[in-house]
Nanobody, 115 residues
Framework: QVQLVESGGGLVQPGGSLRLSCAASGSTSSTRTMGWYRQGPGKQRELVASINRDGTTNYADFVKGRFTISRDNAKNTGYLQMNSLKPEDTAVYYC?????????WGQGTQVTVSS
């Protein structure tokens, strides 16, 4: 089993920045992909960014150029650096770790962008 604990969410003004962290424990050595998803009020959960085993990254168009996904394998932690935040970025952000035949989700952390 894999357990994911997220942190770093909160209230920020438009144009501000936040860094989300996803600390993983358990059997993570076979992780194929780590990704960040979000779900805004009344919306479907959507992919924000992901990073693959080989280090390649993928970003949704609505965050490209503003967000950066990264990982620290030694610390078993993933990150999402969010810059130039917009009110429409307001959502619950979830970390997901994907293995070959299963995936695991964090509990989610609230990000609110408002003046």
């Amino acid at each position: 089993q894999v357990q994911l604990v997220e942190s770093g969410g909160g209230l920020v003004q438009p144009g501000g920045s936040l860094r989300l962290s996803c600390a993983a424990s358990g059997s993570t050595s076979s992780t194929r992909t780590m990704g960040w998803y979000r779900q805004g009020p009344g919306k479907q959960r959507e992919l924000v960014a992901s990073i693959n085993r080989d280090g390649t990254t993928n970003y949704a168009d609505f965050v490209k150029g503003r967000f950066t996904i990264s990982r620290d394998n030694a610390k078993n932690t993933g990150y999402l650096q969010m810059n130039s935040l917009k009110p429409e970025d307001t959502a619950v952000y979830y970390c997901k770790v994907s293995l070959v035949f299963s995936s695991y989700w964090g509990q989610g952390t609230q990000v609110t962008v408002s003046s």
